[in-house]
């Protein structure tokens, strides 16, 4: 089992920035990608940002590219999302995922199989 446990939503103002965390426990030994995905109100959830065990492939919804880093901290078993030039059309609430074996397509919902609780990301205009 992995728990993922979401930190760092909150409010800001567009063009701020906002760091989300998720830390994960458990066996985490056998996470290969973690994931970030939002969703809107009415809407499935999508895409955000993805990165492999090693931190050296990452993966971006066109729509955060450039503004939005992931990152991660195998020691301290926690992913980061750093989000900078933050628009009102960014808010959601915003998730973080961890897959198992087999792995799949990062970019998809599909290929994971423990998710946080979620944080709530609000910017105002």
């Known amino acids: 089992q992995v728990q993922l446990v979401e930190s760092g939503g909150g409010l800001v103002q567009a063009g701020g920035s906002l760091r989300l965390s998720c830390a994960a426990s458990?066996?985490?030994?056998?996470?290969?990608?973690m994931g970030w995905f939002r969703q809107f109100p009415g809407k499935e959830r999508e895409f955000v940002a993805a990165?492999?065990?090693?931190?050296?492939?990452?993966y971006y919804a066109e729509s955060v590219k450039g503004r939005f880093t992931i990152s991660r901290d195998n020691a301290k078993n926690t992913v980061y999302l750093q989000m900078s030039s933050l628009k009102p059309e960014d808010t959601a609430d915003y998730y973080c995922?961890?897959?198992?074996?087999?792995?799949?397509?990062?970019?998809?919902?599909?290929?994971?199989?423990?998710w946080g609780q979620g944080t709530q990301v609000t910017v105002s205009s």
């Open positions: 995922a961890a897959d198992s074996p087999p792995y799949g397509n990062s970019r998809y919902v599909n290929a994971y199989d423990y």
């Open positions: 458990g066996r985490t030994f056998w996470t290969h990608i």
């Open positions: 990165i492999q065990s090693s931190g050296g492939v990452t």
